[in-house]
C-alpha cells in the first residue's frame, strides 16, 4: 500500500544537473519529513537532504542541491546543479514520521556523474 518511487536519475557530466523526483501514496504526506540519502559503491548511507518546514542539507551538496516539496502532489524533488563525480550513487527517498514510528523507503534511482 505504501509506496514512495524515485524517478529522474540518470548519467550527467560533471557540471550539469539533474532533478530527482520521489512521488509518494498510501500514507498522509503532510504527516512526514522527506529526505534524500545516497550510497555509493563502498560507502554507507548518506543523508543528503530532508525537509519537513524547514530544509537541510548535507556540507558536500550545500549551495548545489535544492530539496522542496509539493504536498499536493505528494511529492519531494531534490535538483543537482554542479554535480560532480563524487556525487555517484543510488540516490533514495525517504518518509520519516515526525516521532520515527514509521519510516518508508523508496527503490532507488542511480545517478552517475562521468565524462
Known amino acids: 500500500q505504501v509506496q514512495l518511487v524515485e524517478s529522474g536519475g540518470g548519467l550527467v557530466q560533471p557540471g550539469g544537473s539533474l532533478r530527482l523526483s520521489c512521488t509518494a501514496s498510501g500514507f498522509t504526506f503532510s504527516a512526514y519529513s522527506m529526505r534524500w540519502y545516497r550510497q555509493a559503491p563502498g560507502k554507507e548511507r548518506e543523508l543528503v537532504a530532508s525537509?519537513?518546514?524547514?530544509?537541510n542539507y548535507a556540507d558536500s551538496v550545500k549551495g548545489r542541491f535544492t530539496v522542496s516539496r509539493d504536498n499536493a502532489k505528494n511529492t519531494v524533488y531534490l535538483q543537482m546543479n554542479s554535480l560532480k563525480p563524487e556525487d555517484t550513487a543510488v540516490y533514495y527517498c525517504?518518509?520519516?514520521?515526525?516521532?520515527?514510528?514509521?519510516?518508508?523507503w523508496g527503490q532507488g534511482t542511480q545517478v552517475t556523474v562521468a565524462s
Open positions: 525517504s518518509a520519516v514520521l515526525w516521532d520515527y514510528t514509521s519510516t518508508y
Open positions: 525537509i519537513s518546514s524547514s530544509t
